[in-house]
């Protein structure tokens, strides 16, 4: 039986495949990214767990237009399949091959270089800035994970965020993780 992942080889494909295939396609990923992962290695949990996070904002934005940057960039994998390098998991994180972040000179579709946590919102709101100085109106959206939210430099930027009021959205990824549990009294309240 052809699978549906087969479908996808570059940005956009997502959105040919039927509301009722999601779910299907969500597990073949998933298969997809144990099969792979399991001989290169590389950050699985944190994949597993943003699959139909993903699936969602490539049904919602339009690349390379619209700007998606990933705040934890190991959670970046299944932007990676969907925006065309599928073909290249056999390299993920070996010399010369897929890099396990977003990279820029991968692909147009990744905005943003990141690495480590608390940059995404103010990497997007850089991003929402030169946007509106040019005029354009595509949109731009910050995923950051709850442990990256403890972050200073994340707090810095949602207070500039919510000073400039210009269309932008921030993506809070909850599930009450980071390296390890998350500390500190803002894990207490989220």
Same mark, same amino acid.
């Given at each position: ?39 290169? *290695?590389?950050?699985? %949990? ?10 969602? =904002?490539?049904?919602? =934005?339009? /690349? ?11 959670? %970046? ?7 065309? !390098? ?14 396990? /972040?977003?990279? !820029? &000179? &991968? @692909?147009?579709?990744?905005? /943003?270089?990141? *690495? ?5 919102? @103010?990497? %997007? ?5 030169? !946007?509106?100085? @040019? *005029? ?8 950051? *994970? ?9 707090? &810095?930027?949602?207070?500039? %965020?919510? !000073? ?16 390890? &549990? ?9």
């Amino acid at each position: 039986m052809p699978k549906l992942l087969d479908n996808i080889n570059q940005a956009n494909d997502i959105k040919k495949i039927k509301e009722q295939d999601y779910n299907k396609l969500a597990e073949e990923i998933r298969n997809f990214l144990i099969q792979n992962i399991s001989k290169t *290695g590389g950050h699985l %949990a944190s994949n597993l767990g943003v699959v139909e996070l993903t699936m969602a =904002l490539h049904l919602f =934005l339009g /690349f390379p237009q619209d700007k998606l940057v990933w705040d934890v960039g190991h959670q %970046a994998y299944i932007h990676k399949l969907l925006t065309g !390098r599928k073909n290249l998991f056999s390299t993920l994180r070996q010399m010369d091959g897929l890099s396990g /972040f977003p990279k !820029r &000179e &991968e @692909s147009c579709c990744d905005s /943003f270089d990141t *690495g480590h946590s608390s940059t995404a919102i @103010s990497a %997007a709101l850089g991003l929402v800035k030169a !946007r509106d100085l @040019s *005029g354009e109106n595509h949109k731009v959206v910050a995923v950051l *994970g709850d442990g990256a939210l403890t972050g200073g430099m994340a707090f &810095e930027a949602i207070n500039n %965020a919510g !000073r400039l009021k210009t269309n932008f959205i921030i993506v809070l990824n909850d599930n009450n993780m980071s390296i390890s &549990e998350n500390v500190g009294g803002l894990a207490n309240y989220l």
